[in-house]
């Protein structure tokens, strides 16, 4: 009886020590569970992952085939800021404009970073053009402000940021060389694209960009005659469509002006790889 008692003790002695050290680890897991950091578009991530990417959780806003123009975050997406270290916005788009006052008024702890505020403002077909991420070297611009923010929260982490930061730019430098090289040559140098997402690349490597949407709206009949016509006096040959349209929308012009029709992602994870299509897709 005796021997069994003392079995049964060391069982339960056992047990409770086997539980204070799951609810330790469980401690422990919480207490080095990676801070979370909110960004209000994909491109955003791509620069966020590649300053700190194994600091820090990303969580995008805006979700895949939104407008981040249009888009309008819901009360649970603000709510969940509260949970956030940061929010990274570009600074330039429609629905970060509209929603900054709500986020303000209800995280108002919130550290936001605005991360276009060093890329000069780009004058489109309807006004300022918001799509600051288009091109390698404001991607370095504002991989740079990403840093100086993200350092400003955790100054241990200033001297990793500081070196990925360095490597990062030294890589959009070589990207920049490499699309100017293999741009150098194209004849034709305007294009046709839907939404006017790619203005900064244009300006980047002397390319002329013709947008078929007016105002975020479809074209009149009118427009769409003046573009044929402006197509074909050009050399168009390659007509651009961004993922979450309808490629429909711009096949009947490019039959009439014998170009081909390209689907690209401006909102992509990977900015980098897409630079590298679009060029292609310009190449003859």
Known sequence: MLKLKIQITGLVTGMAALVLLCGGCATDRHATAEPTVCVSIAPLKYLVGRLAGDMYQVETMTPTGASPETYQPTPAQIAALDDCLAYVRVGTLGFEKTTLRRI????????????????????????DDPHAWTSPQTLKLMAREIARGLAHIDKH?????????????AE??????????????VDKRTF???HPALGYFAQAYGLKQLAVEQDGKKPSAAHLAELVKQCREEGVSVVFVEK???PALVAPIAREIGAKVVVIDPLSENPKQQFIEIAKALCP
């Open 104 to 127: 303000t008024e209800n995280v108002p702890h919130l550290y936001q970073i605005n991360a276009s505020q060093a890329v000069a403002p780009l004058e489109g077909s309807d006004g």
């Open 157 to 169: 982490k200033a001297d990793t940021l500081k070196v990925r930061l360095a490597v990062f730019e």
């Open 172 to 185: 959009m430098d070589s990207l920049d060389e490499q699309l100017r090289e293999s741009l150098e040559g």
């Open 192 to 194: 046709l694209i839907y």
């Open 244 to 246: 979450e349209y309808d």
